[in-house]
């Protein structure tokens, strides 16, 4: 039983269907598709009170009334909308419900983790990516600001005062990495220059998942006692498991692998919240939609205590 949540047991699900941080169309979708897949009902069929908080409308910025600044895309939009979906996730963890976010692209986290840190300003944030997310809006090529929340809430980009409101609220120390194989050279330069704790395939290949979601664990909550942000981006599974996503790189987590993290970090009892990102029904044919969507929703299951036995 987690010692930060409200008794009986609640989650919120948070739909954002939101696209800004990225370019391609359909990861808006992501929410909606996993809400129809029954999600809501399947994490009542495992004791929690369920609230769903609907699909977020967020209030939109025409490109025209949005051109790049630098060369971040749609800023003002990417801003605007994680500003909002940080204060939701904070109204949530202020009564002790434990939100589940669905994206949506991974911009998205500098809203969910802003608005958790809020709450429990000592939480540490565990980030599942294929990718680091940590250009900032010098170093990225992209110009997708899905490629650069942590950046922002380390407090290593964001002096434009369109994000004034994101606050360097996380710590380089709070914050580890597991499943990264497609690092820019620049994110590495910022990882290494910051000290950030990352287990990339290669450590999973030496170690097993096992250990390295212990040593994860370690680095950022030795006594395991600091309540735990998971911020899981579907990419960071295979390719051949989680298809229907918009920057899918090879070699990625196995299905057990997956579940496994979600799983360990479930039995610490100290989650207290869940973004599942980067679900885009919109790219590959209807077998592969199918099999990401439910993959999603299974990793939530497994988050919030889904046990095999
Ligand atoms: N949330 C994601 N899927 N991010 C992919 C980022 C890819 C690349 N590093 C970029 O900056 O654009
Ligand atoms: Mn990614
Ligand atoms: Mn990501």
């Given at each position: 039983m987690s010692k930060f949540l409200s008794d009986p047991k609640s989650v919120a699900i948070v739909g954002c269907p939101f696209r800004g941080g990225q370019a391609k169309l359909g990861v808006d979708h992501g929410p909606i598709h996993m809400v129809e897949a029954g999600l809501e009902q399947q994490l009542r069929d495992l004791g929690w009170e369920v609230r769903f908080d609907g699909h977020h409308q967020f209030e939109q910025i025409s490109e025209e009334n949005d051109p790049p600044i630098g060369k971040m895309k749609n800023p003002r939009f990417v801003s605007q909308v994680c500003k909002a979906v940080a204060s939701v996730v904070s109204d949530h963890a202020r009564r002790g419900q434990l939100p589940v976010v669905l994206g949506?692209?991974?911009?998205l986290a500098m809203g969910t983790i802003g608005g958790t840190l809020e709450v429990y300003p000592n939480a540490c944030v565990i980030w599942v990516d294929a990718h680091a997310d940590i250009n900032t809006p010098e170093t990225?090529?992209?110009?997708?600001i899905h490629g650069m929340p942590v950046s922002f809430l380390l407090g290593i980009a964001g002096n434009e005062p369109e994000f004034a409101w994101v606050k360097p609220a996380l710590r380089a120390n709070r914050l580890v990495y597991i499943g990264l194989r497609d690092v820019d050279a620049d994110e590495k330069r910022i990882l290494r220059e910051n000290g950030i704790k990352a287990f990339s395939m290669h450590e999973i290949d030496r170690h097993g998942i096992g250990k390295v979601v212990e040593l994860a664990l370690d680095a950022v909550n030795p006594n395991r006692d600091l309540p735990i942000h998971l911020s899981f981006d579907v990419d960071a599974l295979d390719p051949t498991v989680?298809?229907?996503?918009g920057t899918p790189v090879r070699g990625g987590l196995t299905f057990r692998e997956g579940h496994y993290i979600c799983e360990a970090i479930h039995e610490t009892g100290l989650l207290i919240a869940l973004d599942l990102m980067e679900v885009n029904p919109g790219l590959a044919d209807a077998e592969s939609v199918r099999k990401t969507v439910s993959v999603g929703c299974s990793l939530v299951r497994a988050a919030l205590g889904e046990a095999l036995l």
């Open positions: 949506g692209d991974h911009s990225t090529e992209s110009g997708n989680a298809p229907s996503t």
